[in-house]
């Protein structure tokens, strides 16, 4: 069966510091990939989505960039937190293009103070 | 590009009482629907979803909702409510036609059911 993991669970970081989110799948080959911001009241918002390695398309103009250097692998990052990334950063998958039903990780809280 | 509304950010009932949660999507073409819920303290997971064939769809738990194309609606019903229903609940729309075949979110229904 497929699972999907992210780490770290929480994460509190000083504005200006760096970022480093990190998503795996495993049971299946060349998922689709997505990260999503979860935020109070406002639902999940697309920030990055990847079709294959090495292949980001970005949603939203923002401080985040994202990697996929493996095929079940998703990283998203920063060079240096700012304030409004606080959030709940979920990382979910689907198979292939024809599928649409996505499944979801278990989500980072970061808090940038 | 679409958009979802839920309009009801907070629904408070009693067990037993019957629920709907209203969902309207903007877009004109081919939509595929969704509604994901997340219990307290666990991940998002797939509740019900609608492709095409018969807009009345069953999900797990008793839930079902009902597309109507020319409402651009996707609500969601339980004849019967549980505390263990307490959760938010997340309407969603892929277009089909997209490549990157994206959910456009919701922003959620907090749904408190008391004993």
């Known amino acids: 069966s497929q699972t999907i993991h992210q780490w770290p669970a929480t994460l509190v970081q000083p504005v200006g510091s760096p970022l480093s989110l990190e998503c795996t799948v495993e049971?299946?080959?060349?998922?689709?990939l997505y990260w999503y911001r979860q935020a109070a009241g406002r639902g999940l918002q697309l920030l990055f989505y990847?079709?294959?390695?090495?292949?980001i398309s970005s949603e939203v103009p923002q401080n985040l960039s994202a990697s996929r250097p493996q095929d079940r692998q998703f990283i998203l990052s920063s060079k240096k937190l700012l304030l409004s990334d606080s959030g709940f950063y979920l990382c979910?998958?689907?198979?292939?293009?024809?599928?649409?039903?996505?499944?979801f990780g278990p989500g980072t809280r970061l808090t940038v103070l | 590009a679409q958009s979802v509304s839920q309009h009801n950010h907070h629904v408070i009932l009693s067990e037993a009482a019957s629920l709907e949660l209203g969902c309207n999507y903007s877009?004109?073409?081919?939509?595929?629907l969704f509604w994901y819920v997340q219990y307290p303290g666990q991940h998002l997971q797939l509740l019900l979803k609608?492709?095409?064939?018969?807009?009345l769809v069953k999900g797990i738990k008793g839930f079902e909702a009902e597309f109507i194309k020319s409402k651009f609606s996707f609500n969601l019903r339980k004849p019967s409510v549980q505390w263990s229903d307490t959760a938010e609940y997340f309407c969603?729309?892929?277009?089909?036609?997209?490549?990157?075949?994206?959910?456009?979110f919701g922003s959620g229904t907090r749904l408190q059911v008391q004993p």
């Open positions: 979910a998958w689907k198979r292939g293009p024809e599928v649409n039903e996505q499944f």
């Open positions: 049971g299946t080959s060349n998922p689709n």
């Open positions: 990847s079709v294959g390695i090495g292949q």
């Open positions: 877009y004109g073409g081919t939509v595929n």
């Open positions: 609608y492709f095409s064939g018969d807009p």
């Open positions: 969603a729309v892929n277009t089909a036609d997209t490549g990157r075949r994206a959910l456009t």
